[in-house]
Nanobody
Framework: QVQLVESGGGSVQAGGSLRLACAAS????????MGWFRQAPGKAREAVAT?????????EKHYADSVRGRFTISPDSGTVHLEMNFLRIEDTAIYYC??????????????????WGQGTQVTVSS
């Protein structure tokens, strides 16, 4: 089974930065698409950023409008990172790592992802 483990969550002040990491312990070869989702209290889980691995070391990335320009998703041999800069109060949420073994144009749909981590809390305060 595929196991995803998130790390890097914590508390930061608004305007600060945080870097999350998601490590896939097994079967990384089938995880063509990995991404980050988040869920704030009272809100639905939403896609934050995803990355699809193409051949020859190229990648296709997608970002939610709310984080574009502030967050960066990047791969590192079986690990996917989410660099979060200029954090805002509204970024506070539990962040989940997710993966699927293929590609779907509807990258933002959580139901497309078959593997999930347990989440890591990100709290942004002022």
């Amino acid at each position: 089974q595929v196991q995803l483990v998130e790390s890097g969550g914590g508390s930061v002040q608004a305007g600060g930065s945080l870097r999350l990491a998601c490590a896939a312990s097994r079967y990384t070869f089938i995880l063509n698409t990995m991404g980050w989702f988040r869920q704030a209290p009272g809100k639905a889980r939403e896609a934050v950023a995803t990355i699809y691995t193409l051949r020859f070391g190229t990648y296709e990335k997608h970002y939610a409008d709310s984080v574009r320009g502030r967050f960066t998703i990047s791969p590192d041999s079986g690990t996917v990172h989410l660099e979060m800069n200029f954090l805002r109060i509204e970024d506070t949420a539990i962040y989940y790592c997710a993966a699927q073994d293929g590609y779907d144009a509807s990258w933002w749909e959580a139901e497309k992802y078959h593997y999930w981590g347990q989440g890591t809390q990100v709290t942004v305060s002022s």
